[in-house]
């Protein structure tokens, strides 16, 4: 539930003796100005909001179990 779904990441190997310059679709890649998705998809969440929630809980708790 609190846990981050894992992220199937895509299988881009070059070959050995791999070429770059002479590949037509790297050179559409560049051209085109694709990026990985690793590096879009990596957002960081704030600590606040996970605090917030933390002490929110606690409150629930000690107001339903009649200690505050």
Known sequence: MFMKKPVH?????PPRFYKPEDDQSEKR???LGFSRKI???RK????LIWITILILVI???L???GVG
Do not use: E, G, Q, T
């Open 9 to 13: 990441r895509i299988f881009d190997y």
């Open 29 to 31: 890649k560049r051209k």
């Open 39 to 41: 590096k879009s998809i």
């Open 44 to 47: 960081k969440r704030s600590p």
């Open 59 to 61: 409150l629930a708790y």
């Open 63 to 65: 107001k339903l179990s």
